[in-house]
């Protein structure tokens, strides 16, 4: 198992920035696959960046490329995501989870998932 904590979120002003951070423990050297994502009560989960864990590809969701960057400290054992230029849409429940393998969809099959920090943007 690997369990994650969220930590980072808060309130900031439209056009300033925040990092998310992720801390992982546990079987950590089991997970392919970590990513960020978000929900806004009554809407989907959205899945906004992502990382293969083992080369370090990144990829985003068109509603944030070019403005968020997900990073990981392998000796940490931690993942970030640095936020720029937020808007009041990038508003949500931020959550880091965890995949240990491929799948068609790079936003699926997460089995491991935080408890979620808040963002909110005004």
């Known amino acids: 198992h690997v369990q994650l904590v969220e930590s980072g979120g808060g309130s900031v002003q439209a056009g300033g920035s925040l990092r998310l951070s992720c801390a992982a423990s546990?079987?950590?050297?089991?997970?392919?696959?970590m990513g960020w994502f978000r929900q806004v009560p009554g809407e989907e989960r959205e899945g906004v960046a992502m990382?293969?864990?083992?080369?370090?590809?990144?990829d985003y969701s068109d509603s944030v490329r070019g403005r968020f960057t997900i990073s990981q400290d392998n000796a940490k054992n931690t993942l970030y995501l640095q936020m720029n230029s937020l808007k009041p849409e990038d508003t949500a429940m931020y959550y880091c989870?965890?995949?240990?393998?491929?799948?068609?969809?790079?936003?699926?099959?997460?089995?491991?998932w935080g408890q979620g920090t808040q963002v909110t943007v005004s």
């Open positions: 989870a965890a995949a240990t393998g491929f799948a068609e969809s790079r936003w699926a099959e997460y089995a491991y």
């Open positions: 546990g079987n950590t050297h089991i997970t392919y696959r």
């Open positions: 990382i293969y864990t083992r080369v370090g590809t990144t």
